[in-house]
């Protein structure tokens, strides 16, 4: 038989007709009750101390509860053989649960010692007991003044149309949701990146026509670097971006979704009432779906916590106080650490810059916007590069070693100029061998001939040069013959003949022994 709760107001009323003196039959015909459950009424506020000629007077609030305490029934039911079991486990539960281990785990373990309990058993035994899966009590946070806050969050969504080739993409969506307002932006995209952050940002302040003060965001790698409650690591594109625009970037706690309330549990709304069900044939027609839904349907919609249209609210409170709207188009940098390599450039977005030779092997922090390369060390700006197109290079003379700039440059003025300061005639052999559609093929041979001037002095090497020059000669290797052949005689010394000393000439006195050591050792050998 179910159980049915009795109401004040039904307890109330019974007793206030029996006090004017109708029938109890009477009273349960009217109010569609059982007569047994009139006379128990009215037996337990006899008990009270209520008499029927009291009048209604009598009937006021302290006996009115004083009834209702004793019609209740008992709070709790009794609890079976597993809580009793549950409770002489107590401190084998308690422990698990200190260790982090699971109540699924602690059951199979409580089964292992012969310990049967229900599931629904042990989980009521570990929150009523051991305060396990209790939380403690959500306070609202107030809402912010007017354009203060906006909260953005991402998630996927759902597949677009097939292409030519019949395959379907799937998108992601970033979701904007001002805090006093709740007026929804949604702006597709196919990858969560800096860049698509940035350009869904610039499209939600072209919606809602201005920008506002702080930006309430999750941990996503594109925003945070490196998450922390007090000082989170940003972005360097995004903090510039953040700094270009006036507002100010305020990081969720990780694992805290009340951080960001007013968004957390917009992703599947948006995916359920905005995308589902609709033919989307690309992204640009999933973005018009998108803005047309936050402007007809959701914007239009009273919320139900703030009890107004969305876009009214915004309309009326937050618009006023946004800041201004951008007017130009943000050019957004790529920032990136690129490693400085032998040969003295660095590669950003797929194109070479060079830097000075004390740079190399050192990593360094490169920002590349529309028409600049900027590169940092330590905070500083070391080079600034024109940016050029993925696959070239940008290359500064000045930041080679000067011995290695001509080569390097392929300047054969320079090496032209180099050789003309050993002499004239050094220097027309040099203009005579670079002379040609290909100048640079020949430098080595220039090379070359500043060594032989290097090796043989300016003045012989220039005579050489004029000699050569005279008959058409425009070849260094027999140029270094000709200097070789002209080499002056060493001058000869006549000197009187010496006779060399034997190698192995010692003094005497090293080889022959003594005369008395030598007679006394004959005189032994006779008396022997």
Known sequence: MGFREVTMLEVKEVLRLWLRGIPKKRIAAERGLDVKTVRRYVKVAVRCGLAQGEGEAALDEPRVLAVMERLQPAAERPRGDGWARCLEQRAFIKGHLDHGVRLSKIRKLLRRKGVLVSDATLRRFAAAELGVSRHAPTIPVADCGPAEEVQVDTGWMTLLEPDLL?????????????????????????????????????????????????????????????????????????????QARGFVIDTARVRSPRDKARVENAVRTVRDDCFAGERLLNLEHAREHARRWCLEEYGLK??????????????????????????????????????????????????????????????LKARADRTTVRLYAAGKVVKVHPRVAPGKRSTDPNDFPQHKTAYAMRDVDFLARKAAEHGPAVGRFASALLLGPLPWTRMRQVYALLRLAKRYGDQRTDEACATALAVDMLDVHRLKRLLELARPAAATTVSGKVVPLARYLRPPKQYALPLAARELSKKGDENA
């Open 302 to 363: 009273r919320h139900s916590s703030t009890q107004r249209l969305p876009r009214e609210h915004f309309e009326t409170e937050e618009r006023p106080a946004l800041l201004p709207a951008p007017q130009q188009a943000y050019d957004v940098p790529l920032w990136s650490e690129p490693k400085v390599h032998r040969d003295q450039h660095a590669q950003v977005a797929k194109a070479l810059y060079s830097l000075p030779t004390c740079f190399v092997g050192k990593t």
């Open 166 to 242: 019949g395959r379907r993409r799937r998108f992601r969506a970033w979701i904007f949701t001002p805090v006093l307002s709740r007026f929804r932006f949604v702006y597709p995209v196919f990858t969560e990146t800096t860049q698509s952050a940035i350009e869904a940002c610039e499209a939600a302040w072209a919606f809602y026509r201005g920008v506002f003060k702080v930006l309430i965001v999750d941990n996503t790698k594109v925003i945070v670097q490196e998450p922390d409650a007090l000082a989170p690591k940003l972005n360097l594109g995004f903090l510039e971006y953040s």
